[in-house]
């Protein structure tokens, strides 16, 4: 290669902001699983001293001018995808006034302390404030980032988790997805009425829900020497790639949360694990986006975890750590995994009723920051859109309505991610099935190295290098096509 | 308070120092006690990046300044403490050019990469080489030292150690050591030639000796809402004092190594936690040297720990953690606890013979730092010393002699603080017994609040504001005696 400076220079300033972040992810993970209470307010000095450090060295005055003379040098086409993620870092993080950033910091801390009794409390009028203040400022950095990029403010904060993706898509995808998901949740749970479910017989003690996880890690190729396994009050996928630690917790009378979810998370690390590992120092080398990242999650957790291959390969496991059970035949696994009942909570909702509860929050989200709706139309809005979509009366329910989730203390344009990451997994299987017609009876056999050599090769191997609607070309030959989500549910819900 | 902008500034600098220090603390802690193989070449690399970083800020022009600017500031006693220790820490950093440190860090990893097979092949002449290496920069870091400090050049290493503490002192006080010591080794032995000790029986399934362990922490007085007990290869007492993480091993055949070093690493724990919560961040607020530190972990296993009382409260335990054995009977618990066998290992050896190989390192390190002898004339030494304090013969046997121990391969001058650790224990605990003189019998009922308010009053609670000289005769009302540590030598052995 010829004369690089600038470049290797940039080279060199990313390599020091990765092992800075290296020492704040290990600190992170600590934090929510090792950590003793009296450590917090240390450890809040220390990280927040850390990110002042990282957020000086990716706002020095000269990189500007390095990422201006780097587009001018010799570079190939990998370093040029690298050069491209480098800016796209250094705008996020030069866009911003500190001011901004500190006064965003500040607000969502005092919302999201306060929302932890108001939503207990189901008292929405005291959210209310905090609230208003918090959307304030995310409208600020909204306009801010839609000026700089030339987008619309709500398509600007999304850019943040999906680089590229435009609302107007996801708002043409979405109401597709409306036009058939009530009807065929109706329709699954007339199916399901006439089914009988053996529900598992608890205590399943914890010792054994971790031998059971640690055994399905294994299977699902977790590499223990570059990870760990350990307990948090909220599940997590964290660490650095070259050590990735992953949490679940426990309760002794529920295996299949403990479970599922270690399999969901081994989802998130085995991308982790398998990014290029000479490039993980560089923007580069990272997981492309948040959908990104969750379609590796739901790969594993719903393509292959509630298989009918997988749920064979369970049944045995479930056996032998727990003790025979007629719950634990996988015919009755199958029925168990995927039971739709409409709820109230995102978290705790089923395959079929998740996208509604990610649908709803879109379209409120994006006219909130687009100025259409104000803090105080949240709630009608909720209601009206909980009745259509899932036929859920939340009047008057704020507590399991829409103070039920921490995002919007802090984060706008995130949740279309979860929803855009079950189509990608929907859409890769559909492509490995065609590829290989006999996978299914392979996964049944406990032959997973098809599917992850898929994965490894088309999506955790290729880091940032593409753009997500790239990368999703490459790997299955079509931009993002929703039809393989609506099959997949179709022929899993009334098949 | 008058003007002090010089002196708030340096508090600012090491403020952050100490914010970093403490990510830095929490990645060592885990990589000893929770990172897999994989994470360790790229923790490598982080916890390097961070140290630069930290060597750039102690080390940053415009300090020099401010230590000088502060000396006029207007101070109280305690912050003139504070700017002393201050400069202190700055003139560590700051004499050493870095190609100094980088040699010598370099020197040490070869010397102690190579040394973990030559050990294992007894083979000193392969190890001589990478010695005399790190030898010849210890000598040109003392000389430098020596000079700036206006001392010898050994002298200025133990400095780093002892602050304050002189090579003459303890060479006065070790020679005194060696004219009593072998006579009551002899002695103890004839004396305990003619017991009976009852070995416990095995095996100490580990989930119970970690519950025993985490037991005798709580008695001890450990606060585990600011600490955790994980289990390493070398067993140590890190993370930061808000939040420390001590660590053992645990080998099933036997449960009195993995207790007494959870006794001993609590001591350096509360010693940690009782230190002044708000000067943390400043150096004045750290731990006051290695040997004052260690006087904490003995006064915990050897003077707590071994004490009659103690044991009266641990045979309940035992037979409460492991079933009832007549070895658990507190006559028989005290003979196992204090068996005197003079052998090759230092970490292997009891507390009458542990002073002995320290005496004889101490000896050999000063001699080689002054230039006195050179790197191939240690092992003649060691064996004649070996021979002449314990009776050992360790001639040709270099793997149970000059090369057991890593020290030599990075540190020279730590030696003496284990046993001015052991003789300031004593010291205490003869104080205390004058002040109280129910002591024993309060401590065999379990009232341990006694010693702890003791070492927390007059130690702990002092940090480094007093030199470790004025530190001792404000708790003990006089100089360091090393009287006291023979007197409860020949108390414990003769008695």
């Known amino acids: 290669m010829g004369h690089q400076m600038a470049y290797q220079s940039l080279t060199r300033t990313f390599q020091r902001l990765h092992h800075f972040a290296h020492l704040g992810a290990i600190a992170s993970w600590d934090q929510a699983a090792m950590m003793p209470a009296k450590g917090n307010e240390a450890r809040a ?6 990110q002042v450090l990282m957020h000086q060295l990716i706002t020095a005055p000269e990189l500007a001018q390095q990422l201006r003379s780097a587009e001018q040098e010799n570079l190939d086409e990998a370093q040029r995808a690298s050069l491209r993620e480098m800016c796209r870092e ?9 001011e901004l950033v500190e006064a965003k910091t500040l607000a969502a801390s005092r919302c999201e302390h306060a929302w932890r009794s108001q939503r207990k409390n189901n008292d929405w009028q005291g959210f209310l404030p905090n609230f208003r203040e918090v959307l304030r400022l995310a409208r600020e950095e909204a306009a801010l980032l839609a000026e700089a990029n030339g987008v619309s403010r709500y398509d600007a904060l999304l850019d943040k988790y999906e680089p590229g993706m435009r609302s107007a898509e996801i708002a043409r995808i979405f109401d597709d997805v409306k036009s058939w998901l009530p009807g065929l949740i109706e329709r699954a749970r007339a199916k399901q009425a006439g089914e009988t479910v053996i529900r598992p017989q608890g205590p399943f003690p914890v010792e054994r829900q971790r031998e059971l996880g640690l055994e399905a890690m294994k299977l699902l190729g977790f590499d223990f020497d570059g990870g760990r396994l350990d307990v948090s009050t909220h599940p997590f996928c964290g660490g650095v790639p070259e050590d990735v630690r992953i949490t679940t917790r426990y309760r002794d009378d529920d295996f299949a949360q ?14 982790e694990q398998g990014l290029p590992r000479d490039l993980l120092s560089l923007p580069v080398g990272r997981a492309r986006s948040m959908g990104i990242h969750e379609s590796q999650s739901l790969s594993f957790e719903m393509q292959l975890g509630c298989s009918r291959g997988f749920l064979q390969l ?7 750590h727990f003790g025979d059970q007629p719950a634990f035949d996988a015919d009755n696994l199958a029925k168990l995994f995927t039971r739709v009942e409409p709820g109230y909570i995102r ?10 509860h990610v649908i709803l929050r879109f379209e409120i989200e994006r006219a909130l920051i687009d ?3 104000e803090a105080e139309d949240v709630p009608a809005l ?16 704020y507590r399991d309505g829409c103070l039920q989730d921490i995002h919007w203390t802090d984060t ?23 590829a290989e017609p006999g996978l299914d009876d392979k996964i049944g056999r406990g032959e997973l190295e098809p599917v992850f050599g898929w994965l490894r090769e088309n999506i955790w191997s290729q880091g940032s290098r593409w753009s997500t609607d790239e990368l999703v070309r490459r790997a299955t030959g079509e931009a993002l096509t929703p039809a393989h989500y609506r099959a997949h549910l179709e022929a899993r819900y009334l098949g």
């Open 347 to 356: 978290v705790d909702a089923d395959e079929l009723c998740y996208p509604a």
């Open 382 to 397: 909720w209601d009206e859109k909980m009745m259509a979509y899932l036929g859920v009366d939340t009047r008057g329910n």
């Open 90 to 98: 250094w705008r996020q993080a030069n866009l911003l006034p500190s």
């Open 45 to 50: 000095a220390a990280q927040a001293e850390l």
């Open 314 to 320: 369970l049944a045995p496991m479930l056996r032998r």
């Open 371 to 373: 100025g259409e709706i």
């Open 412 to 434: 706008f344009g995130y949740f279309p991610s979860y929803t855009l990451g079950a189509m990608y997994a929907a859409q890769y299987f559909a492509t490995m099935r065609r």
């Open 258 to 271: 403990s479970l599922m979810g270690i399999v969901h998370e081994t989802g998130h690390a085995r991308y």
